[in-house]
């Protein structure tokens, strides 16, 4: 079993920043993509940014310039950087992970919790 424990998130002003951080733990063998997944209010969920285990990025147009994605492969880790906040970054950001794990062998989806981004003009 594969658990992403998030934390960061918060209360942000308008033109602020804060910082997203999540951590995988469990029976993990690869951890393939990770990445962010935030949901505002009516809204369907949508990828914020991933990361691919070689550092490859991608990012949604509403964000690029403003937010950045690490990751920390010894550490299980990503963290998401986001500056310039806006009010519609407002939503709920959720950790993703694409994990093969062992045993028995197989590629798994996992998902944080979810935590709360409010950002206020």
């Known amino acids: 079993q594969v658990q992403l424990v998030e934390s960061g998130g918060g209360l942000g002003q308008a033109g602020g920043s804060l910082r997203l951080s999540c951590a995988a733990s469990?029976?993990?063998?690869?951890?393939?993509?990770m990445g962010w997944y935030r949901q505002a209010p009516g809204k369907q969920r949508e990828l914020v940014a991933d990361?691919?285990?070689?550092?490859?990025?991608n990012y949604v147009d509403s964000v690029k310039g403003r937010f950045t994605i690490y990751r920390d492969n010894a550490k299980n880790t990503v963290a998401l950087q986001m500056n310039s906040l806006k009010s519609e970054d407002t939503a709920v950001y959720y950790c993703?992970?694409?994990?093969?794990?062992?045993?028995?062998?197989?590629?798994?989806?996992?998902w944080g919790q979810g935590t709360l981004v409010t950002v206020s003009s």
């Open positions: 990361i691919t285990s070689s550092g490859r990025t």
């Open positions: 469990g029976s993990i063998l690869i951890i393939n993509a």
């Open positions: 993703h992970a694409d994990v093969t794990v062992f045993p028995p062998l197989r590629s798994i989806e996992v």
